[in-house]
């Protein structure tokens, strides 16, 4: 009997060993389901996240300031830039100094036709009166043909720009017909306030600002032409290595409206705070906002908006080449 429950016993444990063997060299779907989610983890393992922003990049502020980054991209380095305008930002994002940034419907045109490195990954609808042509208050220009010959102060290549182009459009009045000063816009708004310049084409925060304490007047604003969009720009060479990472800025980028439209005052102060704002003029740019402002993937009308405005600057001699929008937009596989 001792010999048959040693024998037994010798049996059991060799079998049970052929089982673990067996299992060792046949992966179950839960290890096989594990090592994939490894690979894609070291595939997808963000270091280092660089975001540029601006003044008016609300829901990027509220992004930073409640740490939406961070829950997405943990353990990684959420770096933050701050650009004065869009085409700045741009040159800083072809380089590869940054991997995401916001910025108007201008600057990416100016960009691809350059040549620069970027794709359209988001857009978010530009709120309507956010830009305005604004002139001293004592100016005696009463309509759009009294600028004629004027001059007229704006940053090359942001969204004043295309801005203004339509409103020489609408003037009847070429680029030929004014003498356009490049400037950014603190440096505009010095020209304006001495007198070296005879108008401003400038968008938010920094018209709230100019409106409130400024003593001008508004000539023209963005609400009296079709719908125009702002966009999220991503570096190709960040989102080829990284393709989960515009989905995660997008979220957060949402979560950040989601929070501003439950925390009204508090976005004022933030807004107040990290622009350097007084109350009444955060208060202002932020009433202009839509409500909500979601971050929305790239369509077809988006497309054919910009392409419109860049055959616009093409046929004007805006920018040296005719570009097409469509081939800088992020591809799906990358999102």
């Given at each position: ?43 997808d ?47 800083a ?62 940053q ?26 490049w ?54 060479s ?7 990472a ?41 009433d ?19 392409q ?28």
């Amino acid at each position: 009997m001792g010999l048959f429950k040693s024998f037994s016993l010798v049996g059991i444990t060799a079998v049970s060993l052929g089982l673990v063997a067996c299992e060792k060299n046949q992966p179950t779907e839960q290890n096989k389901t594990n090592t994939a989610t490894a690979s894609e983890q070291k595939k997808d393992d963000v270091k280092t996240v660089s975001i540029g922003f601006q003044k008016s990049s609300l829901n990027l502020l509220v992004a930073r300031e409640q740490k939406l980054l961070e829950s997405q991209f943990p353990g990684a380095k959420i770096e933050w830039r701050e650009f004065p305008a869009g085409p700045q930002m741009l040159e800083a994002l072809a380089v590869g100094a940054v991997d995401f940034g916001a910025v108007g419907n201008t600057p990416p045109i100016f960009a691809q036709s350059a040549d620069k490195n970027l794709n359209y990954a988001a857009y978010e609808v530009y709120p309507g009166s956010s830009l305005g042509l604004v002139l001293p208050e004592k100016s005696n220009i009463t309509d759009l043909s009294g600028l004629k010959g004027k001059r007229i102060a704006l940053q090359k290549g942001s969204s004043a720009h295309e801005f203004l182009a339509k409103v020489l459009q609408k003037a009847g009045l070429t680029w030929q017909d004014i003498q356009p000063i490049w400037l950014p816009p603190a440096d505009a708004r010095a020209a304006l306030d001495k007198g070296s310049v005879d108008a401003w084409a400038i968008w938010d925060p920094f018209l709230s600002a100019v409106e409130l304490n400024g003593h001008v007047k508004v000539l023209i604003d963005s609400q009296v032409f079709p719908k125009t969009y702002s966009y999220y720009i991503s570096n190709p060479s960040f989102t080829t290595v990284h393709p989960d990472a515009v989905n995660k800025v997008i979220k957060s980028l949402n979560e950040a409206d989601q929070w501003i439209l439950k925390n009204q005052t508090a976005a004022v102060e933030l807004y107040g705070k990290s622009t350097g704002l007084v109350p009444e003029v955060a208060k202002r740019a932020l009433d202009r906002r839509l409500k909500p402002s979601p971050i929305l993937a790239i369509n077809s009308e988006v497309i054919q908006s910009q392409q419109k405005i860049a055959d616009l600057f093409y046929t004007e001699k805006l920018i040296p080449k005719k570009i097409n929008v469509q081939d800088a937009v992020l591809s799906a596989d990358n999102k």
